[in-house]
């Protein structure tokens, strides 16, 4: 099992070290773009804001708080929380990524915000009780030992802080039927969930006051002229009791007591 986890990390790093290194010709692009975001679509930051935005609803921050993204990637939602006024520091396993998201960060000069090449099943170098929120966008999905990284999780915040995660919904259509039908490739070691098994694993981790939000039924990577479309059938469907069954994202956040 262990050698098995360990190569499912190992091909996850490889994955994302591969694709850091492939957007190396955007970083100039990025740091004279004059904002520390990266440039994309704005079906992207749509979408990304849409995640964002449930986080903090549901993690109630002060200004100012504390904030742990594991899974950080390139650092997408890590400077929009930092722009949102929070301390911010991002984790992620890929060094290739951690290090374009610095040269962003000495690059705009920004404080408040860190990264770091850490295992989210380990983290490294922080003591326990020292952030009010653990934030993980599109990367528990991923990790081969979830149960260990909720620990982290819970280990990590201060008590009553808040661990916020996103998984892809077992029950939405666009993973099951949609996406192999427009020959979309599954991405390495994917996995899917439902409310159920999100709860069962949030409350062995010890969590309380589990909350959920279901959202997103529409594809960041349609041409940005379809956002009014796109932001327009989210909301009639996400008010849908039925239908919000079968959206993109379960949102999970759980208390430490």
């Keep these: 099992m262990k050698e098995m986890q360990q190569k499912t990390k190992e091909d996850i ?3 994302y070290e591969k694709q850091s290194a492939q957007k ?5 692009r990025w740091l004279n773009s004059g904002c520390a975001r990266i440039p994309q679509p704005e079906t992207y930051y749509y979408f990304e ?6 986080a903090l609803e549901l993690a109630r921050l002060k200004p100012g708080a504390k904030i742990l993204e594991m899974g950080c990637s390139l650092g997408q939602m890590t400077f929009v929380l930092n722009q949102k006024g929070y301390s911010v520091t991002g984790t992620d396993i890929s060094p290739n990524s951690i290090d374009k998201a610095m040269l962003r960060v000495k690059h705009f000069g920004l404080e408040n915000i860190s990264f770091e090449v850490q295992d989210a099943e380990e983290i490294k170098g922080h003591e326990g009780e020292e952030f009010d929120a653990v934030f993980s966008f599109s990367a528990f999905r991923y990790f081969p030992n979830r149960e260990k990284a909720l620990s982290e999780c819970f280990r990590l915040l201060k008590p009553k802080g808040s661990a916020v995660i996103d998984f892809p919904n077992r029950y939405c259509p666009w993973f099951s039927i949609l996406k192999p039908a427009v020959f979309i490739k599954k991405h390495i070691h994917d996995n899917l969930f439902d409310v159920s ?3 069962n694993m949030m409350m062995k981790a010890g969590f309380v006051d589990i909350e959920f939000r279901q959202f997103l039924f529409t594809y960041k990577e349609l041409p940005s002229f379809l956002l009014p479309l796109l932001k327009t059938t989210d909301f009639i ?3 849908l009791p039925v239908i919000r069954k079968m959206s993109a994202i379960i949102m999970v956040k759980g208390m430490k007591p």
């Design 13 to 15: 790093e490889n994955f």
């Design 24 to 28: 190396t010709s955007d970083l100039k």
């Design 49 to 54: 804001d849409r995640k964002i935005h449930n």
């Design 197 to 199: 098994l999100i709860r």
């Design 237 to 239: 469907l996400e008010h």
